[in-house]
């Protein structure tokens, strides 16, 4: 083999790992803005199921006193 065929192959296999590596990245992506995606929408459920807000000034102090 000559030496420009070995540098050709070498430079293939490096432009196929590349890729490779640019899919495997755009899979995790797609992974996690997928999960996020199902966090905020649980957060969106929990937040309309868990009823009216609190009436003006509710919340504002604690009492310590037992």
Do not use: F, H
């Given at each position: 083999?000559?030496?420009?065929?070995?540098?050709?192959?070498?430079?293939?296999?490096?432009?196929?790992?590349?890729?490779?590596?640019?899919?495997?990245?755009?899979?995790?992506?797609?992974?996690?803005?997928?999960?996020?995606?199902?966090?905020?929408?649980?957060?969106?459920?929990?937040?309309?199921?868990?009823?009216?807000?609190?009436?003006?000034?509710q919340?504002?102090?604690?009492?310590?006193?037992?």
């Amino acid at each position: 083999m000559d030496p420009v065929s070995v540098a050709a192959a070498v430079q293939m296999l490096g432009a196929a790992q590349n890729q490779q590596i640019g899919v495997a990245i755009a899979r995790q992506q797609l992974a996690a803005d997928k999960a996020v995606a199902g966090l905020v929408a649980e957060g969106a459920q929990n937040a309309a199921s868990a009823g009216p807000p609190a009436p003006p000034g509710q919340g504002l102090s604690v009492d310590l006193r037992v």
